[in-house]
């Protein structure tokens, strides 16, 4: 197991009990886009999300992890209400999103903070901060004489201190960590419920990564957020996370607590995911594990029966690539598509 993986205490497995009442509650979520060739019209669906499942309790941080083109994004996008479902429902504090008029839309974004993944392009280069943390608030209709006030402790929240050293500025007068830090700001200027944070690392110096993701679980555990964490790398999910859901070609393939996915994995894929880990330490080159072969398959066309069974090398013939698996519970709250726990 790779040594960024340690058995220490963890900032996630401190953190406190989320509550038992679901605040998003994703059933059976499917979502398709078409493709289009020219005057030869449909030429095809691209199966992005596919039948996905899971809850989401108030003041709970999960991450869903992933290789690039799983889906994790547009499952993330759905769920802030950009992408329209095909099929199954998103419920949020018990309301379908797919239900909403246009109104209630607006209402709904505006209690769910999105962290993008690159701070230097999520910013308008012409905005001084201020102006960038106001913004929400204008289009949102508070008070104006309420705008200083929350600007001035949202920067403090996430440690732009002195104030008035950074309200001024403008982007590139900022570092990374520091355009980052706004980022977050801007995502929690509106008091939301949840965050949905898009890689929010991946840009950022490996100094500084640390520093923003406890900086997100202070701010969570202060303000009882629900977090969504979406990221393709596992040696940061245990800073952050009580549970991690594994995502491959439109599936959650594995769904389970930090400590028992990490040490405990059931699925093949996610044992894939956790050799593929970078590993500093040369001691555990013992424990090297072969990654399978192979890309992901297209989603346009996916493969007959379990996605995974073309790499797979515990694959049962006969069964696995003919007939999708089961979402099976073999360890209490620790669910697996795979048909070798049946």
Not at 146 to 155: L, T
Not at 233 to 253: C, Q
Request: hydrophobic share 40%.
């Amino acid at each position: 197991m790779p040594s960024e993986i340690s058995s220490e205490t963890t900032l996630a497995t401190a953190a406190p009990v989320a509550a038992r009442e679901p605040l998003v509650r994703v059933r059976d979520l499917r979502v398709w886009f078409d493709l289009r060739r020219g005057a030869f019209g449909h030429a095809g669906s691209v199966h992005a999300v596919d039948g996905v499942n899971f809850d989401l309790d108030a003041g709970e941080a999960i991450a869903i992890v992933g290789e690039s083109g799983c889906g994790k994004s547009t499952l993330m996008k759905t769920i802030l209400g950009l992408n329209q479902a095909t099929a199954g429902q998103v419920n949020f504090g018990g309301k379908a999103v797919g239900d909403m008029s246009r109104q209630e839309l607006k209402a709904y974004r505006s209690r769910i903070g999105y962290v993008q993944q690159d701070p230097f392009g999520a910013l308008a280069p012409f905005m001084t901060v201020e102006r960038l943390l106001s913004e929400p608030l204008v289009i949102n209709g508070v008070p104006t004489h309420e705008h200083q006030e929350r600007i001035h402790r949202v920067m403090e929240e996430v440690k732009l201190a002195p104030v008035e050293d950074f309200v001024g500025k403008f982007p590139h007068q900022l570092s990374g960590g520091q355009l980052q830090r706004v980022v977050i700001a801007r995502a929690m200027i509106l008091q939301p419920r949840m965050i949905v944070a898009d890689e929010p690392v991946s840009m950022l110096d490996a100094s500084v990564r640390v520093e923003i993701l406890k900086l997100l679980r202070t701010l969570q555990e202060e303000h009882h957020l629900s977090v969504m964490y979406i990221t393709h790398d596992l040696s940061t999910v245990r800073y952050f996370s009580e549970r991690i859901f594994v995502m491959y070609a439109g599936w959650l393939v594995e769904r389970a607590p930090v400590d028992e996915l990490l040490y405990s994995p059931l699925h093949p894929y996610t044992d894939a995911l956790l050799a593929a880990t970078s590993d500093p330490d040369a001691r555990n080159a013992l424990t090297y594990k072969q990654v399978p072969p192979g890309e992901p398959p297209s989603l346009v066309k996916p493969p007959q029966g379990c996605r995974f069974h073309p790499r797979c090398p515990k694959r049962i013939e006969g069964l696995c690539d003919v007939e999708a698996p089961p979402d099976l519970t073999p360890q209490p709250n620790h669910n697996v598509l795979c048909w070798l726990y049946k």
